[in-house]
C-alpha cells in the first residue's frame, strides 16, 4: 500500500502571508501514461471536502489562483502565497495511482 | 450543476449491516468509477472502496480493514451507487462520503453502537 506523509500537522499563519504544505510518498505516483495522481483537499469546517488541485498542479474549477501545487515522483508541495480567513481547515493530499490513500492531514488556522 | 447526495445512515448495533446510497446528477454517472470515503469523529480521511465504471469492467477495490464485509454496486439506469456494509463493528462509525470524478457528496453519519 502506499503511504503518503504530510507536514506540518499543523500551521498557523498570519492573514496576507504564505504557507506550504508537504506530502511525501512512499512510492512514485508518476503512471505510465505519464500523468502524475496526486491531488490536494481542503475540508473547511463542518464541511466535506472539496478538491483544489489535480494532478500535481492543476487548479480546479473555481480554485483561486493564491492556490499552487507543485513536485514529482514522490514528493509534492501545496502552497498558499497569501492566506485568506476563508482558507481555514484541514488540508489533505491523496494518491489514486494505487487504488486511494489520504495524507494524515494539516489544520491550517489563522493567527 | 454536479450533485451527490448520500442517505441509508443512521444507528445500527454491531453485527447486523446497513445500505447506503449515493444519488448522482449533473454528469453522466455511468462514466465514472464512484468511491466510497469514510471519516471517523474527529478523524482523517480513509478510502473504504470504488466501483470502477461498466467501461472498465464494473469491479470494485475495497479497503483491508472492510474487504469481506462491504461491497458496492452501482445502477447506472438511476445514477446510483450503493454501499451495503454487513457484520459492522464500532470501528466503522464514521460519516460515509461518495466521490464521483472530482466531486463529493455531503456525506451521511453512520453510527454502530449498542
Known amino acids: 500500500d502506499i503511504v503518503m506523509t504530510q507536514t506540518p500537522l499543523s500551521l498557523s499563519v498570519t492573514p496576507g502571508q504564505p504557507a506550504s504544505i508537504s506530502c511525501k510518498s512512499s512510492q512514485s505516483l508518476l503512471h505510465s501514461d505519464g500523468k502524475t495522481y496526486l491531488y490536494w483537499y481542503l475540508q473547511k469546517p463542518g464541511q466535506s471536502p472539496q478538491l483544489l488541485i489535480y494532478e500535481v498542479s492543476n487548479r480546479f474549477s473555481g480554485v483561486p489562483d493564491r492556490f499552487s501545487g507543485s513536485g514529482s515522483g514522490t514528493d509534492f508541495t501545496l502552497k498558499i502565497s497569501r492566506v485568506e480567513a476563508e482558507d481555514v481547515g484541514v488540508y489533505y493530499c491523496?494518491?489514486?495511482?494505487?487504488?486511494?490513500?489520504f495524507g494524515g492531514g494539516t489544520k491550517v488556522e489563522i493567527k | 450543476e454536479v450533485q451527490l447526495v448520500e442517505s441509508g445512515g443512521g444507528l445500527v448495533q454491531p453485527g447486523r449491516s446497513l445500505r447506503l446510497s449515493c444519488t448522482a446528477s449533473?454528469?453522466?454517472?455511468?462514466?465514472?468509477?464512484m468511491s466510497w470515503v469514510r471519516q471517523a469523529p474527529g478523524k482523517g480521511l480513509e478510502w473504504v472502496g470504488f466501483?470502477?465504471?461498466?467501461?472498465?469492467?464494473?469491479?470494485?477495490e475495497f479497503a483491508a480493514s472492510v474487504k469481506g464485509r462491504f461491497t458496492i454496486s452501482r445502477d447506472d439506469s438511476k445514477s446510483i451507487a450503493y454501499l451495503q456494509m454487513n457484520s459492522l463493528k464500532t470501528e466503522d462509525t464514521a460519516v460515509y462520503y461518495c466521490?464521483?470524478?472530482?466531486?463529493w457528496g455531503q456525506g451521511t453519519l453512520v453510527t454502530v453502537s449498542s
Open positions: 466521490i464521483g470524478g472530482y466531486h
Open positions: 491523496m494518491q489514486s495511482i494505487q487504488l486511494l490513500t
Open positions: 449533473g454528469f453522466t454517472f455511468g462514466d465514472y468509477a
Open positions: 466501483i470502477r465504471s461498466k467501461a472498465y469492467g464494473g469491479t470494485t
